[in-house]
Every structure is written in structure tokens, then in C-alpha cells.
């Protein structure tokens, strides 16, 4: 019995490293794995947040692949007043959620802001969703300061503007090119706080998605934003028409030309990295 005792404990000596070794082992092992499966952020030193506009209906089941490509999101649900991120009021669809982010956030924006809707793709998108957060190079948002997600071969959405205005409170009545010119008209301001000309005729690509840079937010003063979200929350425009004023004209609000046509091929390569303009 003494003897068995004895050749037991040893052979538990004996195995005992053998054991660690093999923890050791399968814990690199799984270190490996979970690291060729979480890829290393690729701009570490840039700040990127995710804005998007939702409803308590809506289904983000994609919205992970936000984190995996180090976006950090925030998630207005626009008719849900206990929700973590809210809006003041539910009107003029997605351009509440994005002007609320604007004014909450101004004195510390981050570095890069992709406003987004809450689908994992719709068909005015070339890929999904989870790929545009993916493939979407911060660095040419910072370059640029706005770009389209939507790369297109030509212009879309061209709206030629009469520039005839009529006062904010007659809007209900007035075709859609005198409601943006009126829009434009009495928010559209200079570095001096001079009213700009209502252009002649504009363009971008569709849908109210796109990214910004801290920089092209900061080209409003906060009263310009402050001032625009005032006018959605008390226009007697239904939801549908004030957000496509403010969805048709984002890109002026953001500092680019009036007509904002990016050719297909730079825009595929600047944006995404593909096509023939990258070779």
C-alpha cells in the first residue's frame, strides 16, 4: 500500500509539468486565434463615432461590425424619449438625430462623424452597411471633410434652385425648390456671418449618409446648427419634407460646392480603397 502511495505521488510529480505545458500551449494558442480574428486598428489616432438615426422598430443585429472596425456608435432612437441617446422632439426624420448629435457635442466633436442611417443596406447603397464601416478610409474624410458613401458615374438629385424665397412660416405651401432656397436664404452664412447667395441649382449623392470631419462641422458657428434644429422642431413642413430640405443640402452645410459630383472611380478609390483609380 506504502509502496502504491508512493509510485502514485510521483508519477503526479511527474505529470505536473507535462499538464502546464499543455495549458500554456492551448492558451497561446487561443491568444492567436482571437488576435487573427480581431484586426489591429489601422488609424489608431484618429476618433471615429457612428451616428445613427433609429426608431425602436428598427433592427441593428449589423451594428457589431461597427465595433470591429473601431467606430464607436451612437444610437439616437428618435421616438423613445428614455432612450440613452434622444432627440428634443420626433420631426424631420434622420436630420433631428444628426443636428441633436451636432449641437450636444460641438465643444468636443470627434475626429471623424459618419451620419448613417439604421438599415444594413437599402437601395440607394452600393455595399452594405457592415462594409462601408469596414473599407470607409477616415484619412479621406479628414482630407476632404465630407464624403458620400454613394459613388456614382454621374450627378443625381440635380435641383435647379430659382432662388425665390417666401417667409419660413409660408413654407407649407411653396414648392420644394423655394422651400430650400428659403432654407438656404435664411441660415446660409459667410466666415463673416454675411448671408451667402442661394445658389442656382444643386447636387449630391442621395440619401442623407455621409462623413464628416470635426473641421467641416466646425466651419458653421454652433447658432447656424442651434438655429437649423430650431426651425425643423417648429416648421409646419411634415417629417418627409423639412428632412429632405436639410437631406438635399447637407453638403453646403458642410463646406463643399453647391454641385458635389465626386467621379466614380476617384470617389471608389479615395473612399474605399478600390477600382482602377487606386492601381
Not at 62 to 84: G, I
Not at 173 to 183: E, K, L, Y
Request: with cysteine.
Amino acid at each position: 500500500m506504502l509502496r502504491r502511495s508512493r509510485v502514485q505521488r510521483l508519477v503526479a510529480f511527474a505529470i505536473r509539468p507535462l499538464l502546464l505545458a499543455v495549458c500554456v500551449s492551448l492558451f497561446c494558442r487561443g491568444r492567436r486565434i482571437f488576435s487573427s480574428s480581431t484586426p489591429n486598428n489601422p488609424h489608431p489616432h484618429i476618433e471615429k463615432a457612428l451616428v445613427i438615426a433609429s426608431t425602436s422598430s428598427s433592427n441593428l443585429t449589423w451594428l457589431p461590425a461597427a465595433h470591429s472596425a473601431y467606430w464607436t456608435p451612437r444610437v439616437y432612437v428618435t421616438d423613445d424619449p428614455a432612450a440613452e441617446y434622444r432627440v428634443p422632439v420626433n420631426k424631420g426624420n434622420e436630420a433631428m438625430a444628426y443636428l441633436t448629435f451636432i449641437i450636444d457635442h460641438y465643444a468636443h466633436l470627434p475626429d471623424v462623424m459618419f451620419f448613417h442611417h439604421d438599415h444594413l443596406q437599402a437601395w440607394h447603397q452600393l455595399f452594405s452597411s457592415e462594409f462601408e464601416l469596414a473599407h470607409l478610409n477616415p484619412e479621406t474624410v479628414r482630407e476632404q471633410g465630407y464624403v458620400s458613401p454613394r459613388c456614382l458615374p454621374g450627378c443625381e438629385n440635380i435641383i435647379e434652385l430659382s432662388g425665390d424665397v417666401v417667409p419660413l412660416a409660408d413654407l407649407k405651401g411653396a414648392n420644394r425648390d423655394v422651400q430650400i432656397s428659403t432654407v438656404l436664404h435664411e441660415f446660409l452664412r459667410d466666415d463673416q456671418g454675411r448671408k451667402m447667395d442661394v445658389p442656382g441649382k444643386i447636387a449630391a449623392p442621395c440619401c442623407a449618409q455621409f462623413a464628416v470631419s470635426r473641421e467641416a462641422v466646425l466651419r458653421r458657428p454652433l447658432e447656424t446648427w442651434v438655429a437649423l434644429r430650431k426651425w425643423l422642431m417648429e416648421t409646419e413642413l411634415d417629417s418627409r419634407s423639412s428632412g429632405r430640405v436639410l437631406e438635399y443640402t447637407w453638403h453646403l452645410w458642410l463646406g463643399m460646392e453647391p454641385v458635389f459630383c465626386p467621379k466614380e472611380e476617384q470617389c471608389l478609390c479615395d473612399v474605399y480603397g478600390l477600382g482602377n483609380a487606386c492601381v
